[in-house]
């Protein structure tokens, strides 16, 4: 008993080491294009992104144990990741606050410094975030100001939490997948605006041409009545997407799917004009993927090559009908929960 009392702080000492290690070191597995196992070798001139989601920081109103426990461990993480990854870009898909959609201007303000502090000297990388609906609101509380505010806090994103850029000849589009959601709603149709206006760019790189640019100038100026536009472009000859939900599916992940809840326990039931009934009425059952006329609209106007999602806190890598893949990011936060909860 005596010996016992004698090791035991030198145990406890070499456990608490072996967690701190443990818990804030990344995992990374290569997932090779179809399945494939594949050599992976070192190219420098490839695209190296890391890809998070759901960090769900809390910023003022974070306890003891998140201020000196979990967000320790979540800035050891990213140093770690970039250290072992080195990547040349970061994205994070969405929720970066947990309460965001409920925090007033004054209370967003440190959980921006909280993020930027978690990057600590990375925060010279470039980066990329998108909204989730933990950071803009359900349907109820979509709000263009606050929409607007939220989004001119982070790099390339529009009024409507939209933004296109390009980075290595690699283009990347990434849409307010909220806005997807909500039925006749003005950031609604600010979004499609944005599919729209990356389609015709897309087909006019593709084609240089110049007669899709006065379609798209005549579309700012009409009404807001989508109709499906011909797209010549073959499938995965477009963009990289980004969004926060997932697209439409009716299987699930390996069995691994979302499950599916009901839809009034998040989003509010809304009904969808005729006008705009593109594949099926609305509303929706599935409540944590985009609605089926949406995501076949994506399809058909933007062709992505690939789309990087997240919100349903598992990992899935799935291919549609159509052979586009989609990978949805599982929450880095969750490697924290059960020391937290």
């Not at 006749?184 to 240089?208: A, T």
């Not at 100038?217 to 969004?243: A, I, Q, Y």
């Not at 697209?247 to 969808?272: A, K, M, W």
Request: aromatic share 10%; charged share 20%; with cysteine.
């Amino acid at each position: 008993m005596v010996q016992w009392k004698a090791v035991l702080p030198l145990l406890i000492f070499y456990l608490l080491v072996f967690y701190e290690e443990r818990a804030s070191t990344p995992s990374c597995v290569v997932v090779p294009q179809g399945g494939v196992q594949e050599a992976v070798g070192d190219d420098p001139e490839d695209l190296k992104v890391m890809v998070v989601a759901n960090l769900l920081l809390l910023g003022s109103k974070a306890g003891y144990l998140n201020l000196f426990f979990r967000d320790f461990y979540l800035s050891k993480f990213f140093k770690k990741s970039f250290a072992s990854l080195k990547p040349d870009m970061l994205l994070v898909l969405g929720d970066i606050s947990a309460e965001g959609s409920d925090l007033t201007r004054s209370e967003w303000i440190p959980v921006l410094h909280q993020f930027r502090r978690m990057l600590g000297p990375f925060l010279a990388l470039p980066f990329y975030v998108i909204l989730g609906d933990r950071d803009v609101g359900e349907c109820n509380q979509l709000n263009a100001k606050s929409v607007y505010w939220v989004a001119k806090n982070f790099p390339g994103l529009d009024s409507a939490g939209c933004g296109a850029f390009e980075v290595s000849n690699i283009s990347f589009v990434s849409l307010n997948a909220v806005a997807l959601l909500c039925g006749n709603n003005g950031l609604r149709f600010s979004v499609e605006k944005v599919i729209e206006r990356e389609s015709i760019d897309l087909q006019m790189d593709i084609e240089g041409t110049t007669e899709e640019l006065n379609e798209l100038k005549k579309f700012g100026e009409t009404s807001h009545n989508l109709e499906w536009r011909e797209n010549t472009m073959s499938s995965g000859s477009g963009p990289v997407l980004l969004l926060h939900f997932p697209l439409h599916h009716t299987s699930n992940c390996s069995g691994n799917g979302v499950p599916t809840r009901s839809y009034n326990s998040l989003f509010e039931r809304t009904e969808i004009p005729g006008s705009r009934q593109l594949v099926g009425p609305g509303p929706y059952e599935l409540l944590h993927t985009l609605p089926p006329n949406a995501t076949e609209y994506i399809f058909q106007a933007l062709r992505p090559r690939i789309v990087f999602s997240a919100h349903s806190h598992r990992f899935c890598d799935r291919t549609h009908p159509d052979g586009t893949r989609e990978q949805s990011k599982h929450s880095i936060s969750e490697k924290f929960n059960a020391t937290m909860v």
